[in-house]
DNA sequence: AAGAGATAGTTGACTGGTCAAGTATTGTTG
DNA sequence: CAACAATACTTGACCAGTCAACTATCTCTT
């Protein structure tokens, strides 16, 4: 092993003040828990952002318009569209066309996108819970706060 | 189990404990600060990632072997190499093959790398700053310590 | 009714993350 | 020294995020 590698987590560059490792180190965390995520949901075939769609159109319980889909997401439209492409393809969901609106196109989770979601419910939740397991609930609930602050600033910026 | 949605600002899915809701914030405040990040560091033509790249290559003094940057990235190996290839062709780093072990190639960054990351240093110092700007001190360091428990716990378990 | 503008959604092109499989080179062992 | 394993990357294929530009449809004004 010739890396030069020597503390473990430590493999940030140079950091400022607290603020800016607390940004990095936030994005680092974040993504540690995306791909712990990612290893449950995965082996069920669908993609962890195929599978936070099937939840909204599960939670949502009726037929949503694309851009309603997209909002609930944090991302923006042009992804969602083809993210429901491969849905769809897979039979998860179906898009059915608005017969007052034209434009508008409902989609919403099939039986078998609701047998799939039901199947994987138990391990979902289970590493949500690790994901953030070593903390307390204490920690638990500041972390809750903190995230609500630096996520209100920024839409208020 | 309560499934209820009562605050306003949260129109997520249903969600089961504080944990699970911390894991599924701290991943969309994470998005949210990757997104800021992206607004100020992409105008300068490169994007989070490769910008991530510059300032390890800054920081290590040193040419590095590709997968030594890779290991000090979030990333996995497949993605720096084609990360570095673009950083390549806009002459912002360098790639020469090791003399001795001809397996290894050695990544630098370039002079036009350093000075491209000269201009960016202040916009993006701020811009970390800004990110977790709405935090006071105190929550700041909470943060950290708490992240630094999450990232800690994922790694060894 | 005709056209201007808004709205819903799609498409194209690029960057990036990930896995599996590949190549080139070195080190090791029988 | 020949075969085999390990190392350092690269390549291919897929999914996703993002921007800008596009189509189709609706609404509003005149």
Redesign the pocket.
């Known amino acids: 092993m010739?890396n030069q590698i020597s503390s473990p987590e430590d493999r940030l560059m140079r950091l400022g003040s607290d603020r800016q490792e607390a940004a990095v180190r936030l994005i680092q965390a974040a993504d540690v828990v995306r791909?712990r995520m990612a290893a449950v949901i995965e082996p069920y075939g669908v993609?962890v952002?195929?599978y936070n769609v099937l939840r909204i159109l599960r939670g949502a319980g009726d037929p949503l318009?694309?851009?309603?889909i997209a909002a609930r997401m944090i991302?923006?439209?042009?992804?969602?569209?083809?993210?429901?492409?491969?849905l769809e393809a897979k039979g998860l969901v179906a898009?059915v066309r608005d017969t007052?609106?034209?434009?508008?196109?409902h989609c919403s989770i099939t039986a078998a996108g609701l047998a799939l979601l039901a199947s994987m419910d138990a391990a979902v939740d289970e590493v949500d819970e690790a994901a953030v397991g070593a903390l307390n609930p204490a920690e638990v609930s500041q972390l809750l706060q903190i995230l609500k602050t630096v996520t209100a600033e920024q839409t208020s910026r």
Chains 1, 2 share one sequence.
Do not use: F, M, S
Request: charged fraction near 35%; avoid cysteine.
């Open positions: 010739t791909r993609t952002q195929q318009p694309i851009l309603a991302e923006h439209t042009p992804g969602i569209t083809r993210l429901l492409d491969r898009r007052k609106d034209r434009r508008v196109y």
